[in-house]
């Protein structure tokens, strides 16, 4: 008996390999579930409903929820085509803290970070996300992991009594449960791939996402992703991922990437959004990010503002010459952001150029009087005209 | 077994943190600020704080007076793990000019995914020196808490000293905001 267990055991792994090889080789299809009933109370899934419709309940209060309602409603439309059928059990709230992150719950609450909507380049790439995350919701992993969490602590407890050999265990255990939400997430990629597709967004955008995360953790000195960010701990490697989706997009080909709708339904918040991210300190990767922004001629006096301030708070040597070139670039622009005159008059006082930061900063107050440091710049203005 | 059980109480109790009251008067924080305070001021010291030391009136959920004190050039602000610590993600520098200090102050605040809005930033004596003061609003991730907040400083022989005071924006902050003024207000910088 033990035999035939074993043999249908490596039977169902091998069928896992040959479905996950299919994936690769042929366009992928795939059948979502009907939409879900509201589990059983008593049951382990309805628990862990209830507890999410707590985090809702808390979340539709907190005043770091953006209240943009055509941003909201936009981004509402986009995971409604995406999960077709499930869409009335779909929730967006869009969550006003810098870094990248998206998480969607087994109750239907789809939570997306202003730092991962800051780093999206268009409404392919956000498809992407909100896919992979319908996908972990339409494959109920959440579920699935709080009973293999369940099974493991339980494990942990036991070999917790066999001293050090009983650590190495649970290590081991700890581990295993790292791997299962690396298939979890791979899965998910393979559903969200297919949903986008299939809502007529390319592909190759989603593994644009993850390029682009990847060059910004590799911006950080000496580091590489998977021992920088616990993100890549539960997460398949940036590059193994990025790779397995270049070539779902090989075949699933053709869609449009919806650029300027996003920009269009994004650009009013860019500026908040960018405040919040400077603010990180992490100013290898925002300069990354900046840059890359700047390439794609996407608000580019906004950005090279930015990227002027993130180069005169790291002040390493040479940024302020750095800070100087882009505060005048975006001084310079079709929409100069009236900070960029501040910024030319602190690097201009630090210089010793005493007119060219005076008339920096009275250009800054002209247009930005009710700025919350117009008393200190006035008190530069007149230091300076002494 | 006993002994062992105690001693890892004093472990645990060691890796939480100490609190010890403050006296009410004259207070020397570090070896060139003092701080002259009134009412019931509680001292916490607890890992990942440093450089800085937290005061608290209300306790540490509620209130917090963040002081700092001869914060010399390169010091890494509030390091929360060894992993910041090597990425150095707040450093003090000698050379920074007023809005870069407030910049990084609000890196430090804003660290935790909380949002931080400044209100206002102006010129303020603080200690006797050429100082700044900045008023700030931010919204505590953790428990979506809407705060307000005042701060002050001031850079003397190249060294970093000042206050940054915040309580919810509702009773606590309105509450405690002129002891605050008055505490800043009597700073001195040997």
């Excluded at chain 1, 896919?131 to 070999?159: C, F, N, T």
């Excluded at chain 2, 059980?5 to 070896?31: D, F, P, Q, W």
């Excluded at chain 2, 608290?56 to 910041?84: C, F, K, N, W």
Aim: glycine share 8%.
């Amino acid at each position: 008996m033990k035999r035939r267990q074993l043999l249908a055991a490596g039977c169902a792994c091998c069928a896992s390999v040959i479905a996950g090889r299919a994936w690769g080789q042929a366009a992928p299809d795939y059948l979502a579930p009907q939409r879900f009933q509201r589990p059983d109370l008593t049951t382990d899934e309805g628990g862990l409903w209830a507890m999410m419709d707590r985090e809702e309940k808390a979340l539709r209060r907190s005043p770091l929820v953006l209240r943009d309602a055509k941003l909201t409603t936009y981004v509402q439309d986009l995971a409604c085509r995406l999960g077709a059928g499930h869409c009335p059990d779909i929730r967006i709230f869009l969550v006003r803290t810098p870094q990248f992150n998206a998480s969607m719950a087994p109750n239907g609450m789809l939570q997306i970070w202003t730092g991962l909507l800051l780093r999206m380049e268009n409404e392919a790439q956000l498809a992407a996300v909100i896919g992979h995350e319908i996908g972990h919701y339409l494959q109920r992993h959440s579920v699935e992991r709080l009973r293999d969490i369940k099974s493991r602590a339980a494990a942990g407890q036991v070999l917790a009594l066999f001293g050090l050999a009983g650590a190495i265990g649970q290590l081991a255990v700890l581990a295993g449960s790292f791997a299962y939400s690396r298939d979890h997430e791979h899965e998910a990629d393979r559903i969200g791939a297919y949903l986008m597709h299939r809502a007529g967004y390319p592909v190759a955008e989603s593994a644009a996402v993850w390029s682009n995360l990847l060059d910004e953790a590799r911006a950080r000195e000496g580091e590489e992703p998977s021992q920088s960010s616990p993100l890549f701990a539960t997460h398949p490697v940036p590059p193994e991922r990025r790779d397995n989706l270049a070539q779902l997009a090989k075949l699933m080909p053709g869609g449009s990437d919806g650029k300027d709708r996003y920009a269009e339904h994004t650009v009013h918040l860019l500026d908040e959004w960018l405040q919040d991210e400077i603010k990180r300190g992490q100013y290898a990767e925002s300069l990354v990010l900046l840059s890359r922004r700047i390439a794609a001629g996407s608000a580019p006096d906004l950005m090279r503002y930015y990227r002027g301030e993130v180069h005169r708070l790291r002040g390493m040597t040479g940024d302020h010459d750095l800070a100087w070139n882009d505060y005048q670039a975006a001084a310079a622009g079709a929409v100069p952001p009236p900070p960029a005159f501040r910024g030319i008059g602190l690097v201009a006082r630090q210089r010793g150029q005493k007119d060219e930061a005076r008339h920096a900063f009275a250009r800054y107050l002209d247009l930005a009087p009710d700025a919350p440091d117009a008393a200190l710049i006035q008190s530069y203005i007149t230091e300076l005209s002494s | 077994m006993k002994n062992l059980l105690i001693l890892a109480l004093a472990m645990l109790l060691a890796a939480c943190g100490t609190v010890r009251k403050v006296e009410s008067g004259a207070n020397l924080v570090g070896e060139r600020m003092s701080i002259k305070v009134d009412g019931n001021w509680n001292h916490l010291d607890f890992p990942g704080i440093k450089p800085a030391q937290i005061w608290t009136m209300e306790g540490v959920t509620i209130d917090e007076l963040l002081v700092y004190s001869g914060i010399r050039d390169g010091q890494i602000m509030h390091p929360d793990s060894p992993a910041s610590e090597k990425r150095k993600d707040f450093v003090f520098r000698k050379t920074m000019q007023t809005e870069e200090i407030v910049s990084m102050l609000e890196g430090v605040l804003s660290r935790d995914g909380s949002t931080f809005k400044l209100r206002k930033l102006e010129p303020y004596p603080f200690g006797g020196r050429k100082g700044f003061r900045f008023e700030y609003e931010r919204v505590r991730k953790i428990d979506n808490v809407q705060m307000r907040g005042v701060g002050f400083g001031a850079i003397d022989k190249e060294e970093l000293f000042a206050l940054v005071y915040q309580a919810p924006r509702l009773t606590f902050f309105p509450r405690h905001q002129s002891r605050i003024e008055t505490i800043a207000k009597a700073v001195s910088i040997k």
